[in-house]
């Protein structure tokens, strides 16, 4: 089990769990709740990735135990198919309802005639005429409905074996994967699980008469509420509920829908119960948290968020392969795909076992097991195409067109765009975090403002980082994380490269912004050099310069002489860098590096045309002599270290 946040979605449904806010389409309402009551109640035994990460593990083997419980099931249906055939079974239990039913059987026990019947007393009761009709003997037992069939316990054999296959499942990789950190996904296993089996025990519990008895109408309302907490996690268990209701309506004749109103009118109630989740989303949606999904709050957002339009509503899975159509032949391979893995899932015993058992129940009339196998396959549909692809899809810039610039929302974005729709070109991506702010072609900035957000951010996290707190093993989640957040700071730091050069405010706000920038990119170049997580071009390092010889110029005359050297040092550090990467690289004739050896050689502030060679404090510059010239070997592997610089 994961320790903290793991892949995937599951940072994203801690977050959401921590602020009770919407996730991503459809919402995941009914684990929303459930994490929520998790994190009140047992928030202190850990993080909450990790009480959140156990509560998924609980939830994952209480599947797994729900798949244990519907194997049992069905395998009892099996059992009770084969006593119906004249099979085995408990012949005084036979004997015993047959006898219920009623009646006498004619050549058989209680019969008048025949071999082992009743004998004649001899001289006793009147004589009747030998043609005419016979009076039949008034039964002793009531007249009763049929009884419903019964379920009889598993030989010991068969059970082990169902438990055998329980384990190969919750075992399985794709299974266990899921269950090890916080996702929707071992939920949905529990509610599929126990909806499959409440709708094998209502059809293997039918009676032979059109009349619903007491079991299945329990079961009825139990299998509605149910069908509404499935829709309130994954929609995909759509599929199932599709397939189950089918089996139950139509069982006995229609007996639910043409001849028990009452019970279907309970069963329908139960469903919106357990759709009920859905309110809280609209609940939620109106504190409008910063990091929720949407706006549930009207009619038009809930129904947007609720079948999942951003996505395509019932595109339960994305294309095959971006760009590609459905057809035929991918349909059949991700079926033999699936079935390999299954088959490698389960030792090579599934597929066999799965086939005897889809035929046992097909020519048996086994409705139960048919109900089973159905389920089994349609869980197995491959998905359609969703936008830019779909015709009746859209591209990315007809949604920015609609909500970039609103005034009642911003609109953010994580990543990067879909892969072939370069229709968003047109717009721009400020980086404030892990996500970017999408602003209209044009629209200028408050760089004052970002570069005090920039700020912030490295008062948190950049000494966090510095403080070594964050795990950097090589595959971790955290690793990762720290990539992003450092990858945040080199694209903030270069966004403030490329606009402060023509930034017309107050001076004291340029100075500001420069400084920001020029303590981003030292972050940076610390954390490079202590493990080199993170790779930087050497294009980066003239950027960097670039602001620290911007700084200096407005530095320049102001009568703040050390700021002003301060400046010039770190000018001159990150150009070292760009040159120390140059001659590693074999790149000292290309123009950047050509350009920037200038500068060095000379000593000299490009923007303010300052000189600094020959002052105090910068003779380390003469390090640089003549590399202009291609004189190299003096400096080979030189200004790369700046603890060297300004002593």
Known sequence: ???????????????????????????????????????????????????????????????NTSVLLCGVLLSQTVEMFKVDEGGGGDVEEIVKEVEAVGGSVGGGRGSGGGRGGRKKKKGGGKKTDGGGPKTPTPSTHPTTPPPSKHLRPLPPAKFYACMAFASMFGFSRGIWEYCTQLEVFPLNNLLCGLLLMTTAKFIAVETNNKELNEEQRGLAVLG??????????????????????????????????????????????????????????????????????????????????????????????????????????????????????????????????????????????NRAGVVAVVCWLGYSFPG?????????GFDMKTFLDVNVGREDAEL??????????????????????LADKVVAPGEEVELYEF???LSKNLDKVGRFDKET??????????????????????????????????????????????????????????VSEDDGVLMISRSSWRNAGVVAAVLGRELDGGGEEEELKKAAEAMFKFWGELWGACVREGETGAKDCKEISLFLDHGVNPYSQRKWRGEEGFEFLDEWVGIHEGNIEASRGRGVNPDRVGQ
């Open 1 to 63: 089990m994961f320790r903290s946040v793991g892949g995937g979605d599951s940072g994203e449904l801690v977050a959401t769990a921590c602020t009770q806010s919407t996730s991503h389409p459809p919402g995941y309402p009914l684990l929303l709740l459930l994490n929520g009551i998790v994190l009140k109640f047992g928030g202190g035994l850990g993080t909450p990735a990790m009480v959140l990460n156990g509560f998924n593990a609980l939830l994952g083997s209480l599947a």
């Open 384 to 392: 359609t195409r969703h936008h830019p692809y779909d015709p009746e």
């Open 451 to 453: 570069a005090k957000a």
């Open 469 to 526: 707190t964050i795990d950097v093993v090589e595959g971790s989640w955290e690793l990762v994380m720290r990539i992003k957040y450092q990858n945040y700071f080199l694209r903030a730091s270069h966004y403030i490269a490329s606009n402060v050069v023509g930034f017309r405010g107050p001076g004291a706000q340029k100075v500001g912004i420069c400084k920001v920038a020029i303590r981003a990119y030292e972050y940076l170049l610390d």
């Open 412 to 433: 953010y974005v994580a990543g990067d765009w879909k892969q072939g729709d370069n229709t968003q070109d047109v717009y721009q991506r400020v980086p404030v975090g």
């Open 224 to 365: 509605g509420l149910l069908c509404g907490l499935c829709m309130c996690n994954q929609h995909t268990s759509s599929i199932f509920i599709i397939i189950c209701v089918l089996a139950v309506a139509t069982s006995m004749e229609l007996a639910l829908l043409k001849r028990d109103k009452v019970t279907l009118a309970l069963t329908a109630t139960a469903t919106l119960v357990g759709l009920s989740p859905y309110l809280y989303l609209v609940v939620r949606s109106n504190s409008k948290a910063i990091d929720g999904w949407g706006d549930q709050s009207t009619l038009s957002g809930f129904l947007t968020h609720f079948l999942r339009r951003e996505y395509g509503t019932f595109a339960l899975a994305s294309e095959w392969e971006s760009g590609e159509e459905q057809d035929g032949d991918k349909v059949v391979r991700r079926l033999i795909l699936n079935a390999k893995q299954f088959n490698e899932d389960t030792l090579y015993l599934g597929g066999i076992a799965a086939a005897r058992f889809a035929w046992g129940a097909g020519i048996r009339g």
